[in-house]
T-cell receptor, first 114, second 114 residues
């Protein structure tokens, strides 16, 4: 079992739907991350939150909207996605962005866009 | 530009053999080098990590060798088992100015035959 919990595990949505991915950690970490992973590829960084403030947006399309309501929770709001957005979406957390400590990953949400 | 180069892309090893995966980097500001193991349908899990002031780190059957002057590091899996069959990613993290960004290698798919 991972210490970063992601829900739902699977999500199928149409291109006009609005949905949200959720991530939760209780390790007291102050940095949280969203990654996108395609099959047989490494994770690609999308967003970084440090102390609940967005610190990195890797030029992600606006149809992806991140939110960090508190230090334990991270959401990714989805709207008007495209078929190429189908992927595994991973959440990770670490103690702090400035410290060389590991990032701990959740098991992801497998997203399919119809 | 690929910040971390990983080879081989795939590796087949007999049970009980040694699996070796190599990575190389250019950015001398990197100060933390983790290895992640990922099984199908799961998120990447931290396997072992090293800092550049250490030339070798061993945890059970897993060893990282680090060559700072050559800017290379490698993962050795001793007595490889079928349960080790997974995708392995090396990664590198820089100092605080990179705001927590992890640079991943492209991954190695390891298959251990019984």
């Amino acid at each position: 079992d991972t210490e970063v919990t992601q829900t739902p595990k699977h999500l199928v949505m149409g291109m006009t739907n609005k949905k949200s991915l959720k991530c939760e950690q209780h390790m007291g970490h102050r940095a949280m991350y969203w990654y996108k992973q395609k099959a047989k590829k490494p994770p690609e960084l999308m967003f970084v939150y440090s102390y609940e403030k967005l610190s990195i947006n890797e030029s992600v399309p606006s149809r992806f909207s991140p939110e960090c309501p508190n230090s334990s929770l991270l959401n990714l709001h989805l709207h008007a996605l495209q078929p190429e957005d189908s992927a595994l979406y991973l959440c990770a957390s670490s103690q702090d962005v400035t410290v060389s400590q590991p990032q701990h990953f959740g098991d992801g949400t497998r997203l399919s866009i119809l | 530009q690929q910040q971390v180069k990983q080879s081989p892309q795939s590796l087949i090893v007999q049970k009980g053999g040694i699996s070796i995966i190599n990575c190389a980097y250019e950015n001398t500001a990197f100060d933390y080098f983790p290895w992640y193991q990922q099984f199908p349908g799961k998120g990447p899990a931290l396997l072992i990590a090293i800092r550049p002031d250490v030339s070798e780190k061993k945890e059970g059957r897993f060893t990282i060798s680090f060559n700072k002057s050559a800017k290379q590091f490698s993962l050795h899996i001793m007595d490889s088992q079928p349960g080790d069959s997974a995708t392995y990613f090396c990664a590198a993290k820089g100092m605080s100015s990179t705001l927590g960004r992890l640079y991943f290698g492209r991954g190695t798919q390891l298959t251990v035959w019984p």
